[in-house]
């Protein structure tokens, strides 16, 4: 077949994308969410440096749709972003289906209606929709580049000799490049498309040349990466990594220089990570494969609350036979970009299962409770790819089903030259039509589970955590959770910038202890700042957090053992630390105690018992959701109680919050579920709040107010279903960020959350 044999449907296939982006927005989400979402879109906002490897690209991408008038707000507008790039990639997959079936049949019409199944299939299957309405991360991004090579792989298959040949292989390599720019999934056709060339075009091998042309563009397409150690120079708020050897101020002499090539290194190979060889399996490969079939089951019919789960199962098995029956057709009908799709599904699957070499996902097994290492999160994220894909043999299987049901209601007697066919009657093929229902069955059963429209939780938790901290305090945090919404409220819409969030995670590395000493203070404004703070004059502090050199700061050690109990003493303070390795990250917690007598400490209430373990128990006191460190051993009164279970609550400061400051409990009420279990920990900590304060104010007489507290605290649990997640008595729901990691592990190794 050559390119003039057939012509691609395009303008059916942008219907078929603008009809799916308008799906998306109506079910957009109008702010961030939890997990990686506000850290991505602050970095883009500011230009900053996520996690690493850092995601060039993304970053750049995702500035230009921060400024772009489309969208009331800043998170909303990067959420357009995931969701344009998830709706150009249905139109990809409908033109790779509509090819498929040229072979097939005959009339347009038909081809336009499989190709329509592999879009409806494909945009709302669960992950894809609910990473295409809130932009978690740089995933939507890389799943366009991923159609986008397949589309140009299956056009250059149909004719690999052509006059634009060439020139296709060189577009896909920059592609190839640009893509691992966003994330190292954009590398994942590479195998595929290496091996569809091998078969179509071998001697292509031989042509050096056009090998070098595709190195350099790949080579060209990975360049966004070289404005890292620039834009790292200049410190911005968001810093990850630090990939560059500039300690004070952007020079060429440490820009250009072996520190800054270490960092970058450093950066680019996720070495701050830890992840074991690939010969290091952290679950048995069978478990593995079997945290991508819980996914897998996930996408058609969402059900988080497990009350669906034999509806589940069955419709995961009809798309799994469905897809598999598809990638049979595929390989009889059409071997041309079948060489090159069969193995692209391969690596998407199998392949990437064992690349990623998961531990046991959150929600997998949970039969084996805590006697498997389980992964802090559950991952279906990494698989989007896969399952976008699979739309599009699913799609030829239902397409196979619909033929085969037309042929055995009516069929007739075509002669086309001298083939004799039996072929569906017209009046069968609408007959059978229904059958095609199916791939409505993923829109009608994820549309709650996968829309975020309205939700505002994320974004008023945040605010609710940085208010319950008084200006110019610096609050401890441990994890994602607690920590990126932090930024995207200080950065994206500017609330109290004043507060430093210290993440115990971070402070494990180097680049972050140094980002502590480095950063500007930056002033608290009382007008824009809740009314409980005003009418007092605070005091800009004098200093950093740390009082230390960039010198000394990378001389703390990765860890030390405290073989006896150690005392720890700052002003008043004694704090009695027990037998236990104290790691970086509670070295500069302890440093930054004693370094700031005058500047209010607080633990957010996400970190569990972190205070305690440091022998600090006796000096925190309950102020909303966060735990501040008292300078002296708190007197109870009236005011501050000593609550059995969660020590000192200072009562009128948390009613004060609670009652005139705190817009996450109406958020949550109005939610509809809380589908993301490993994250149920913030509502939970809403609820826990607010039972704790009523209670305490009816035993201090005040039953209205008890009441009014505790059916506020009720419409939270109500509003986010926690009682479908946790039966609260076996198994109280965590009150936490959901995905703090183990303060250290003998032998010492780095403690940094891993992703």
């Not at 990473?131 to 991923?146: C, D, F, H, P, R």
């Not at 579920?673 to 009816?698: E, N, R």
Request: glycine share 8%; aromatic share 12%; net charge positive.
């Amino acid at each position: 077949m050559t390119e003039l044999d057939y012509r691609p449907s395009y303008r059916a296939a942008t219907v078929a994308s603008l009809a799916v982006l308008v799906l998306y927005l109506l079910t957009i989400g109008p702010s961030t969410a939890m997990w990686d979402t506000s850290e991505y879109i602050a970095a883009a906002y500011t230009l900053g440096l996520p996690h690493p490897p850092g995601n060039p690209f993304f970053v750049l991408l995702g500035r230009v749709f921060t400024v772009l008038p489309i969208a009331p707000s800043v998170a909303m507008r990067v959420n357009i972003l995931a969701a344009i790039c998830s709706a150009a990639t249905a139109g990809m997959w409908f033109l790779i289906t509509e090819r498929v079936l040229v072979s097939w049949f005959a009339e347009r019409w038909q081809r336009i209606v499989g190709g329509s199944l592999a879009v409806l299939i494909g945009a709302t299957a669960f992950t894809v929709w609910a990473q295409s309405v809130v932009n978690e991360k740089v995933y939507t991004v890389a799943l366009v580049g991923v159609a986008i090579i397949a589309w140009l792989t299956v056009r250059w298959c149909d004719d690999p000799d052509g006059a634009k040949s060439d020139r296709l292989l060189v577009l896909i390599a920059y592609i190839l490049g640009l893509g691992y720019a966003n994330h190292m999934a954009g590398f994942l056709p590479a195998p595929a498309v290496g091996l569809a060339v091998l078969i179509r075009r071998p001697r292509t091998l031989f042509r050096w040349k056009l090998i070098l042309a595709a190195a350099g563009a790949v080579v060209l397409g990975m360049t966004p990466f070289a404005t890292q150690p620039i834009r790292a120079a200049y410190f911005p708020m968001l810093n990850e990594g630090e990939p560059t050897g500039c300690r004070v101020e952007i020079s060429a002499s440490c820009t250009f220089s072996k520190a800054t090539w270490d960092a970058f290194k450093y950066n680019f190979n996720r070495e701050q990570y830890g992840k074991p060889q690939l010969t290091e399996r952290q679950a048995p490969f069978s478990a593995q494969v079997g945290m991508w079939w819980l996914y897998f089951r996930w996408q058609w019919l969402r059900d988080p609350y497990l009350h669906m789960q034999t509806q589940q199962s069955v419709l995961a098995a009809l798309f799994l036979v469905l897809g598999l029956f598809g990638g049979w057709v595929h390989w009889r009908r059409d071997r041309q970009s079948f060489w090159f799709f069969g193995p692209l599904m391969f690596t998407m699957t199998l392949g990437l299962i064992f690349y990623l070499n998961f531990k046991y996902g959150y929600s997998q097994a949970p039969e084996l409770g805590e006697t498997v290492d389980r992964e802090v999160r559950d991952r279906d994220y990494f698989y989007l790819w896969s399952f976008s894909a699979w739309s599009v043999w699913a799609a030829l299987g239902l397409v196979f089903v619909w033929e085969s049901l037309a042929a055995l209601i009516g069929a007739e007697t075509i002669k086309l030259g001298t083939q004799v066919l039996e072929l569906p009657k017209r009046r069968s093929w609408l007959v059978s039509a229904p059958v095609l229902l199916v791939a409505c069955v993923p829109l009608v059963g994820n549309w709650g589970p996968s829309s975020r429209r309205g939700d505002v939780t994320t974004a008023d938790f945040a605010k609710d955590l940085l208010n319950s901290v008084e200006p110019y305090g610096i609050l401890v945090t441990v994890g994602d959770n607690d920590t990126f919404p932090l930024w995207y409220a200080q950065e994206v819409e500017g609330i109290r910038q004043d507060v430093v969030i210290a993440n115990t995670s971070l402070l494990n590395t180097d680049w972050y202890v140094r980002q502590m000493i480095r950063n500007p203070i930056r002033p608290y404004d009382s007008t824009k700042g809740p009314s409980i703070y005003r009418g007092r004059n605070w005091a800009m502090p004098k200093g950093p957090p740390l009082k230390m050199t960039l010198d000394q700061a990378d001389s703390i050690p990765l860890a030390i053992e405290v073989p006896d109990t150690q005392v720890f003493q700052a002003g008043n303070i004694i704090a009695r630390i027990p037998p236990r390795i104290l790691t970086k990250a509670d070295i500069a917690v302890l440093r930054m105690i004693k370094d700031n007598p005058d500047r209010p400490i607080y633990f957010s209430r996400t970190s569990g018992g972190y205070g305690q373990e440091l022998g600090l128990g006796p000096y925190l006191i309950t102020q909303g959701l966060a735990r501040r460190v008292a300078p002296d051993v708190p007197t109870p009164g009236r005011d501050t109680l000593l609550v059995p279970g969660e020590g000192f609550l200072d009562v009128g400061r948390t009613r004060a919050l609670w009652d005139s400051v705190f817009t996450a409990p109406e958020a949550m009420a109005k939610r509809g579920g809380w589908p993301d279990k490993p994250s149920i920990g913030i509502p939970a900590l809403y609820i826990q709040t607010g039972f704790l304060l009523a209670d305490v104010l009816h035993s201090l007489g005040d039953t209205a107010a008890a009441r009014k507290t505790l059916e506020r605290a009720r419409t939270v649990a109500k509003g986010t279903r926690i009682d479908d997640l946790f039966d609260f008595n076996t198994q109280p729901p965590p009150v936490g960020a959901g995905d703090a990691q183990p303060k250290l592990a003998v032998p010492l190794g780095d403690t940094t959350a891993k992703k």
